[in-house]
């Protein structure tokens, strides 16, 4: 039994339309000989009835103080409706469905309510019911803990319920259904002909979600690539080819830009005295304590430097200022990242950033990198500027 998992995003079920295109995809895999494995996320965005915004909406316009069970218990149920109805539809144009909760289809998760993180899965229920040759319906986004309580697994829930499935089963791919062509070089947003990329390793997509991209969540990447099955990205509504996620593709020296913005630089010093090694110690360990995130240190002889997010500007400086640190803070910040596997040992590409950015006139305020990433600090007046010009200097349109 050669097995095939696909995801359909909330924008591919909330309407009729698009569960039509979805069915479409379900029933051509079938006939191609593949038993099929689905995964659906809850229908539609806020506003529309069974969105699991619109679910934390409702329960929000009664009481804001939620318990986090009783939370997930909640915003589990946009999913279960969309198996429910995906099962229905299937079943009224002559193909055997059957629809199920996470927790029926054998996934099992720790109990970190609204973050919760798969722990092992059971697929006999879902190999029972392909055998009988039923296509299978799954919730996604969702699992239960030991006690039998309903999680949720956060952001990217569904995709990594996919993903997750797909190793368990031993699937022959996963494909994940969206409204866009494929995983694209940059953001659309700001290069609106931005390429897509045909193929893209799971080290290099993972890195572009990491650093920005709304692309698939690096969690559900980790685990097809444990797996080793292979992610293909595809519009639910396009016969467009997508990309195809996995190992042994050809190596780019640069495959993709990801950016976050919003950000803002501290910096803490000057520090004084003997000890000032255990000083940049006890900052780091104020923030941990005061649960604030910091991205891109750095650290010079009496100072140290990082970036947040500027949501988290004020709670940072009156932490830090209560502690009796000096710091200076810059906001307005972004992090433009540049990827690719082929970069790993190629000497050079920093110097032809830094070069393509001072020609279009971006200061760089601070880099950081790693084997296939190089991340520069800038002002977020100048991403699209930056964006633009690395897009065109390293030919990511021609892709």
């Given at each position: 039994m050669k097995i095939v998992?696909?995801?359909?995003g909330?924008?591919s079920?909330?309407t009729g339309?698009?569960?039509?295109?979805?069915?479409?995809?379900?029933?051509g895999?079938?006939?191609?000989?593949?038993a099929?494995?689905?995964?659906?996320s809850a229908?539609?965005?806020?506003?529309?009835?069974?969105?699991t915004?619109?679910?934390?909406?409702l329960?929000k316009?009664?009481?804001?103080?939620?318990?986090?069970?009783?939370?997930?218990l909640?915003i589990s149920c946009g999913?279960i409706?969309?198996?429910v109805?995906?099962?229905?539809s299937?079943k009224?144009?002559?193909?055997?469905?059957?629809?199920?909760?996470?927790?029926q289809?054998?996934?099992c998760t720790?109990?970190?309510?609204g973050?919760?993180?798969?722990?092992r899965?059971d697929p006999?229920?879902?190999?029972?019911?392909l055998?009988?040759g039923?296509?299978v319906i799954?919730a996604g986004?969702q699992g239960?803990?030991?006690?039998?309580s309903t999680?949720?697994?956060?952001?990217?829930?569904s995709d990594?319920?996919a993903t997750?499935l797909?190793a368990?089963?031993?699937?022959?791919f996963?494909e994940i259904?969206?409204?866009?062509?494929?995983?694209?070089t940059t953001?659309?947003?700001?290069?609106p002909n931005?390429?897509?990329?045909k193929d893209?390793?799971?080290?290099e997509?993972?890195e572009?979600?990491y650093q920005?991209a709304?692309?698939?969540?690096p969690r559900?990447v980790e685990?097809?690539?444990t797996?080793?099955?292979p992610?293909k990205i595809?519009?639910t509504?396009s016969?467009?080819e997508?990309t195809?996620?996995?190992?042994?593709?050809?190596?780019r020296?640069i495959t993709?830009?990801?950016?976050?913005?919003?950000l803002?630089?501290v910096k803490?010093?000057p520090l004084?005295?003997d000890?000032v090694q255990?000083a940049?110690?006890?900052?780091?360990k104020?923030?941990?304590?005061a649960?604030?995130s910091?991205d891109m240190?750095?650290v010079a002889p009496?100072s140290?430097f990082?970036?947040?997010s500027?949501?988290?500007?004020?709670?940072?400086?009156?932490v830090?200022?209560?502690a009796?640190?000096?710091?200076?803070?810059?906001?307005?910040?972004a992090?433009?990242?540049?990827?690719g596997a082929?970069m790993e040992g190629?000497?050079?590409?920093?110097?032809?950033v830094?070069?393509?950015?001072d020609?279009?006139?971006?200061?760089?305020?601070?880099?950081?990198?790693?084997?296939?990433t190089?991340s520069?600090?800038?002002?977020e007046a100048?991403?699209?500027k930056?964006i633009k010009i690395l897009?065109?200097s390293?030919?990511l349109?021609?892709?």
């Amino acid at each position: 039994m050669k097995i095939v998992v696909q995801k359909f995003g909330g924008t591919s079920v909330a309407t009729g339309e698009g569960r039509s295109k979805a069915i479409e995809r379900i029933i051509g895999i079938k006939e191609q000989g593949f038993a099929p494995v689905i995964v659906v996320s809850a229908m539609g965005r806020r506003g529309q009835p069974y969105a699991t915004d619109t679910l934390i909406d409702l329960i929000k316009s009664i009481h804001t103080d939620i318990e986090p069970r009783e939370l997930d218990l909640l915003i589990s149920c946009g999913e279960i409706i969309s198996t429910v109805v995906m099962a229905t539809s299937l079943k009224k144009i002559g193909h055997p469905a059957i629809a199920c909760t996470g927790g029926q289809a054998g996934i099992c998760t720790d109990g970190n309510f609204g973050n919760a993180q798969i722990t092992r899965i059971d697929p006999n229920f879902i190999k029972n019911q392909l055998e009988q040759g039923k296509i299978v319906i799954v919730a996604g986004f969702q699992g239960v803990c030991e006690d039998g309580s309903t999680t949720t697994l956060g952001r990217g829930g569904s995709d990594t319920t996919a993903t997750a499935l797909g190793a368990a089963l031993q699937a022959e791919f996963v494909e994940i259904y969206t409204d866009v062509d494929g995983v694209m070089t940059t953001d659309p947003r700001l290069i609106p002909n931005a390429a897509i990329l045909k193929d893209v390793s799971y080290k290099e997509i993972c890195e572009m979600a990491y650093q920005g991209a709304k692309v698939i969540h690096p969690r559900a990447v980790e685990a097809a690539m444990t797996g080793k099955v292979p992610i293909k990205i595809k519009n639910t509504f396009s016969d467009a080819e997508g990309t195809l996620i996995a190992d042994n593709v050809a190596e780019r020296v640069i495959t993709g830009l990801a950016h976050m913005a919003n950000l803002s630089q501290v910096k803490v010093g000057p520090l004084a005295g003997d000890a000032v090694q255990m000083a940049k110690i006890r900052v780091l360990k104020t923030l941990a304590e005061a649960r604030v995130s910091i991205d891109m240190i750095g650290v010079a002889p009496n100072s140290i430097f990082f970036t947040i997010s500027g949501d988290d500007t004020g709670q940072t400086g009156n932490v830090l200022k209560d502690a009796g640190y000096n710091i200076t803070v810059e906001t307005g910040l972004a992090k433009l990242s540049v990827i690719g596997a082929g970069m790993e040992g190629v000497p050079g590409v920093m110097a032809d950033v830094m070069e393509s950015l001072d020609k279009a006139g971006v200061t760089v305020l601070q880099t950081s990198d790693s084997d296939i990433t190089i991340s520069f600090l800038i002002r977020e007046a100048d991403l699209t500027k930056a964006i633009k010009i690395l897009y065109d200097s390293f030919n990511l349109g021609k892709m």
